[in-house]
């Protein structure tokens, strides 16, 4: 596939992937809706206080873990199209309900519930990958990932246009944050009209049961069981950064930390319902996977996608502290880790799709990320303010090249569970980005940077020793074990219109 492919608007795969990338696009352009009007939100309510934004902030965050491990399921259970649909419009009540809270209770609940709309990235991912082969599939996940991921960046230069020019008046905010619930729900319905789960005489091959994970050995399981608590972690370390701010007392942190237990406790039941009876019975050889695999991969995004969350909030304090810019050109230059984004993420799944080796192209790019970060930490004010832009954009680039190669590799893995796994290495991105930030709070930027340095290295040392090529790489179809034809022979799909999906794009 080719950059020119994206203007063959007569294809039905390349109308999805446009489709797709918007609906990504208006998901992070009503998530972040907040911050770009903080400011005039705290001069029009009086009582609301900096310490209340960044306490909004976390709560923005927090629920997105949780909501791509359930989105995951959901999706491989109902299929892309049904539940991004679904998505969208949900997330349009508490984004309107927002818009126009008076009170602290009414802004965090519905900052809270709308912190979801983060899972629905990896509804895309699911979907690119039932329309384009393993040979495009890189190239059309970074494509979605990296414009719709730039929705953020929108969001941040149109809305107080909106809020100021166009609407105005004390309420001007208001109706402005009120317009991207409507603006979601409006494309939901748009996305639901327009779009279908797979093409034509293809079916969706959906898990035996999505209530959790499948594996394939009872090592497997002990990982996935293992790499369940950390996602639990991390809801713990963000309701004790709201107690820590004064928000929620001992007796609620302590009732929120049992909740999470609970919760974990449930997940580990679920995983232990759905694994323990297949694996007794035996799984069939060719139907195997290695969750080592997908252990790499959460690590892989934790690195990237983890430090990217974490840079952009410090970047534009760090610049303006250490080089001592205004903060408008300090904002100018963070600003380009989102405007680099719309090249670099399909970057690195064009560079996936035609290196000839998916797993090299993820170590390179986990060693740029290493190196990138380490010269980041060496930086003070004796460098020059060019040296050390060229080196932050370089940087950026590795780290959102990483992202795309990540999901490169993931719909190769285990097909029918895309969205679980995608959902799980996605999840692990906010838990990287959640534990980073709260190092920062221990630590000065430079040494930061190499903590985050440190984290690349570790995922690429787990790379190095567990990633495998996939199967299929970069043939005109993924890989499907027996029991998968047998799925689709048993819905009376024929199978050679099912495996006739390949090159064509008209």
């Not at 995951?72 to 508490?94: A, E, F, N, Q, T």
């Not at 996936?352 to 986990?366: A, F």
């Not at 060496?378 to 780290?399: K, R």
Request: proline fraction near 4%.
């Amino acid at each position: 596939m080719k950059v020119a492919n994206l203007f063959h608007f007569k294809s039905e795969r390349i109308k999805v992937l446009h489709f797709t990338w918007f609906a990504f696009f208006v998901s992070f352009f009503t998530w972040f809706n907040m911050a770009p009007l903080a400011t005039t939100m705290m001069e029009d309510m009086g009582w609301l206080t900096a310490q209340h934004i960044a306490a909004l902030g976390i709560c923005n965050v927090v629920l997105t873990i949780p909501a791509r491990i359930v989105i995951g399921s959901l999706l491989d259970k109902y299929g892309p199209r049904m539940v991004y649909s679904g998505l969208l419009v949900l997330m349009s009540i508490p984004a309107i309900t927002f818009a126009f809270g008076d009170t602290w209770t009414q802004l965090m609940i519905s900052r809270l519930i709308l912190g979801s709309i983060g899972a629905s990235f990896v509804i895309g991912i699911r979907m690119v990958a039932e329309w384009f082969p393993p040979k495009d599939v890189g190239f059309a996940e970074g494509f979605y990932g990296g414009w719709g991921n730039f929705g953020s960046a929108a969001v941040a230069m149109i809305l107080p246009w909106i809020a100021l020019s166009v609407i105005g008046g004390d309420n001007g905010w208001r109706y402005a944050i009120a317009f991207t619930g409507v603006f979601c729900f409006v494309y939901g319905i748009i996305y639901y009209i327009c779009v279908r789960d797979t093409p034509k005489g293809k079916i969706l091959i959906k898990p035996k049961k999505a209530a959790a994970l499948e594996v394939s050995s009872w090592g497997d399981l002990v990982q996935l069981i293992l790499w369940t608590i950390p996602l639990g972690g991390a809801l713990v370390i963000s309701s004790w950064r709201l107690e820590g701010m004064g928000f929620i007392s001992n007796e609620v942190l302590y009732m929120i930390w049992g909740v999470i237990g609970l919760i974990v406790i449930y997940q580990i039941y679920n995983i232990l319902k759905v694994n323990v009876p297949q694996l007794k019975k035996g799984i069939p050889e060719d139907d195997r996977y290695k969750f080592k695999n997908v252990v790499a991969l959460n690590s892989t995004y934790f690195a990237n996608f983890g430090a990217e969350l974490a840079i952009v909030s410090m970047l534009p304090m760090f610049f303006q502290m250490t080089f001592s810019l205004s903060p408008t050109t300090a904002g100018l230059i963070a600003a380009s880790f989102a405007f680099v984004n719309l090249v670099a993420r399909p970057l690195g799944g064009i560079l996936s799709d035609r290196m000839g080796s998916r797993r090299n192209v993820m170590l390179i790019y986990m060693l740029g990320i290493a190196i990138g970060l380490v010269l980041m930490g060496l930086m003070n004010s004796s460098w020059p303010i060019i040296i050390a832009v060229a080196i932050t954009v370089l940087t950026s680039v590795f780290i959102q090249g990483a992202e795309g190669a990540t999901f490169a590799i993931i719909p190769m893995i285990k097909k029918r569970v895309t969205g679980q796994i995608a959902g799980m290495a996605g999840a692990y991105g906010n838990v990287g980005s959640t534990i980073y930030l709260t190092l920062l709070t221990f630590v000065t930027p430079q040494q930061f940077f190499f903590i985050l340095a440190g984290g690349a290295f570790v995922s690429l040392a787990i790379c190095f020793f567990t990633l495998e090529e996939p199967k299929n790489s970069f043939g005109d179809e993924y890989y499907l074990s027996s029991e998968e034809i047998n799925t689709m022979n048993n819905q009376h799909v024929p199978q050679g219109v099912v495996q006739a999906r390949g090159t064509n794009l008209n």
